[in-house]
């Protein structure tokens, strides 16, 4: 297997030594309460113990490039087939590690394929501090285990558009796809928690004159059948499971969402993150 650049020992800033010019990426594939784990090889740093398939992140790649790279090359699972959607990251100034979190829609089978996978198995959730785990892994986990599920970001358009000087007063529906497709391009989406960077699920909540723009590639464009406020409310508290971050600035909206134990941030806060 060809070396990448990214394939060397370094030190970072607070004097450990670790792997990745460039740092490391590992995938964390889940499905139905069960994540994939790789039984490292004896041979290798941490061998006999249980962590993620992963390694060197290489100069072009970014962290879910790079996952998804060492997982194809390390053991059998296809990575085409999962969906990233968030990462938890660790960082020592020169060099970090990220965790990508993606769901899978099935449990296939998993085989070694190189000599740094000993074996391969789908761990029940509650299981995995019962293995001997690699010490970075085990650390990590507290955290990886309350972010197994995929985000949700509801942004309460007209809020969001009454906030961008974009002439939505002559045009809401014209205004509306403009912030959809504006949306569309973010590459990730920092500070829903528990996830350092999130890919979630995107509900747009259009009302009014707004609605009917329909929805686009990785943004679902949700028409409110009378008030916006009461639609939004409505799948906040369909989806406590996952994290959930509503986008709005009206403040009786803001306490309705919070009480019903969503996240809440204001729209300057999505806007700066627009092109």
């Not at 090889?41 to 998804?68: C, K, N």
């Not at 996952?242 to 709005?248: E, K, S």
Request: charged residues 25%; hydrophobic residues 40%.
């Amino acid at each position: 297997m060809a070396r990448g650049d990214g394939d060397r020992v370094v030190r970072c800033e607070r004097g450990h030594i670790h792997w990745g010019r460039y740092g490391a990426a590992g995938l964390l594939p889940v499905h139905d309460g069960h994540v994939l784990l790789q039984h490292r090889s004896r041979w290798t740093h941490g061998g006999g113990t249980w962590a993620l398939f992963g390694g060197a992140r290489d100069s072009h790649e970014s962290a879910v490039d790079a996952a998804l790279r060492e997982t194809g090359e390390e053991c059998t699972l296809d990575p085409s087939l999962v969906t990233p959607f968030g990462m938890i990251g660790v960082n020592h100034g020169n060099w970090s590690y990220e965790t990508v979190i993606g769901s899978i829609d099935s449990m296939p089978t998993v085989e070694r394929a190189s000599r740094e996978t000993r074996a391969a198995a789908w761990i029940p959730v509650g299981e995995v501090d019962r293995l001997n785990l690699y010490p970075p892994f085990a650390k990590a986990w507290t955290a990886l285990r309350t972010a197994l599920v995929r985000p949700v970001l509801i942004v309460d358009a007209a809020n969001v558009m009454g906030a961008r000087a974009d002439g939505w007063w002559n045009d809401r529906a014209g205004a509306a796809g403009r912030l959809r497709d504006d949306l569309a391009t973010v590459a990730g989406f920092p500070g829903i928690t528990p996830f350092d960077l999130a890919l979630p699920e995107i509900l747009f909540v259009t009302e009014g004159a707004a609605r009917g723009i329909g929805s686009v590639d990785g943004i679902t464009v949700v028409d409110a059948p009378g008030s916006g406020d009461d639609t939004i409310v409505e799948m906040a508290c369909g989806r406590l499971n996952a994290p959930c971050l509503v986008i709005t600035a009206d403040r009786e909206l803001r306490r309705r969402c919070a009480k019903a134990g969503a996240q809440v941030k204001g729209p300057r806060w999505l806007l700066d993150l627009l092109p």
